[in-house]
């Protein structure tokens, strides 16, 4: 019963690749950057005995959910972004972890919700805030000028009429705010070719964009991978799901670093700096879904998970 109630807030993408990546041992000690709906800690917390897990959201409606989701279970709910997880570690007293797991992006709770403002096929308040607090897209789309709006739609969604779509915005809002989700999609749709039309929803790359400029994404994401490999212990793995390209494309090269050694240039006879490994890569390649779960969870088309093994200590800055 528990297992399909989680269902309701938040379909856990890609589980039993994830649970093997992470090779949870019951005595082991765990963290889940991102709770969601409970999905992913539920199955951790689950496998454990002796061992314990701490779950962290930034999103209030998601620590609730997570803390009926776990309860009775070796677990733990913090509200706290996993950018800061170092420090929810330190107060909860634990020490390095044997596996994380960050799970990136918008759940389905958010997405479903409509006055969370994050879809572009609910017409709602324009939001998106993922901690429910601090500036919202509206205030973005209305207060930013026609460069910036431009350059966060091309940097963070790849859009290639980011301009014109970023023109449209600035023109439409001296007439009335763009406050809604349905103002927003039906000025992007007016902006762009119309066989563009035909290649998704126009719209889709712009809120992508703007969801991650609002909530600080990227740079949260930087930032939790180099905290999350110093909270790992020795043969400790972290494991990581994302669902756009900029995501995957940062945990790729992240991870690459981690398991890089020698850094002497290439046409050095010998190695000087002594550089090894301080990780191996569990996954040679990304996991995706397979067909059974894309027919049961069509969300998860674009997810992949990456795993490294911590070998030893790096010094890769804080």
């Given amino acids: 019963m528990r297992e399909d109630q989680a269902g309701t807030y938040h379909i856990p993408v890609l589980l039993e690749e994830t649970l093997c990546a992470l090779a949870v041992r019951p005595d082991g000690l765990y963290l889940d ?12 917390a689950s496998r454990l005995t002796s061992g314990r897990l701490l779950a962290l959201d930034q999103d209030p409606d998601a ?7 776990l309860a009775g ?5 913090v509200r706290s972004n996993f950018s800061e997880m170092d420090r929810v570690l330190e107060d909860q007293h634990v020490g390095p972890v044997d596996g994380i797991l960050l799970d990136i992006g918008v759940s389905s709770h958010q997405l479903d919700t409509a006055e969370r403002g994050f879809s572009y096929h609910m017409d709602a308040p324009l939001d998106m805030r993922m ?9 973005l789309v209305n207060t930013l000028d026609e460069r910036e709006l431009s350059s966060i739609f091309y940097r963070y969604g790849e859009e290639k009429f980011a301009r014109p779509i970023a023109r449209a915005i600035v ?19 007016g902006a762009v070719p119309a066989a563009y039309r035909r290649d998704g929803h126009p719209a889709r790359r712009v809120f992508q964009a703007l969801r991650i400029e609002v909530n600080g994404e990227l740079d949260c994401l930087s930032q939790a991978l180099d905290t999350a490999f110093r909270c ?24 690459a670093a981690f398991c890089k050694g020698c850094t002497c240039p290439p046409d050095f006879p010998v190695c000087v700096c002594g550089k090894t490994p301080a990780a191996r890569l569990v996954l040679r390649k990304p996991a995706e879904a397979s067909p059974a779960e894309l027919e049961r969870n069509p969300r998860a088309r674009s997810a992949k998970l990456r795993c490294v093994e911590k070998i030893h200590e790096q010094n890769i800055g804080r």
């Fill in 63 to 69: 620590v609730e959910e997570a803390g009926k989701r």
């Fill in 232 to 255: 790992l212990k020795p043969g400790g793995r972290l494991a990581v799901i994302t669902f756009h390209s900029l995501e995957d494309r940062m945990v790729k090269q992240r991870f």
């Fill in 33 to 44: 950057g991102t709770a969601g709906g409970g999905g992913h800690s539920f199955a951790i």
């Fill in 73 to 77: 279970l070796p677990a733990t709910v």
């Fill in 171 to 189: 023109k439409a809002r001296q007439i009335t705010p763009v406050e809604t989700t349905g103002q927003l999609a039906d000025i992007v749709r």
């Fill in 131 to 139: 901690s429910q607090s601090g500036r919202t897209a509206a205030d």
